[in-house]
Nanobody, 124 residues
Framework: QVQVAESGGGLVQAGGSLRLSCTAS????????MGWFRQAPGKEREGLSC????????TYADSVKGRFTISRDNAKNTVYLQMNSLKPEDTGMYYC?????????????????WGQGTQVTVSS
């Protein structure tokens, strides 16, 4: 059974940093692109970043570009999201998802397996 699990969320002050981790099991990790999504209270789910299966292709949403960095360690079946200069508007539930294709997409409909989410709260 495929399992995707995020960790690393928490409560931080504005300007602080967090690193999220996502570990996938039950699949061949290096056959999947990995994406990070966020859903803020009362808003639609937003694609934040994705990283191709080889790690050579990457995308970022304008809202996080320059502040967030995605990376992956295929040997550990893990993808990371380093979040710096956090803002209150970054508050939300963060999800990790898998896509069985070579290249990135920011569309949630193109991702098959999802984690349960990890909460990030940024205080003013």
């Amino acid at each position: 059974q495929v399992q995707v699990a995020e960790s690393g969320g928490g409560l931080v002050q504005a300007g602080g940093s967090l690193r999220l981790s996502c570990t996938a099991s039950g699949l061949t990790f290096d056959e999947y692109t990995m994406g990070w999504f966020r859903q803020a209270p009362g808003k639609e789910r937003e694609g934040l970043s994705c990283l191709s299966r080889s790690g050579s292709r990457v995308t970022y949403a304008d809202s996080v570009k320059g502040r967030f960095t995605i990376s992956r360690d295929n040997a550990k079946n893990t993808v990371y999201l380093q979040m710096n200069s956090l803002k209150p508007e970054d508050t939300g539930m963060y999800y990790c998802a898998t896509r069985n294709y070579f290249y990135c997409s920011d569309s949630s409909s193109e991702y098959k397996y999802w984690g349960q989410g990890t909460q990030v709260t940024v205080s003013s």
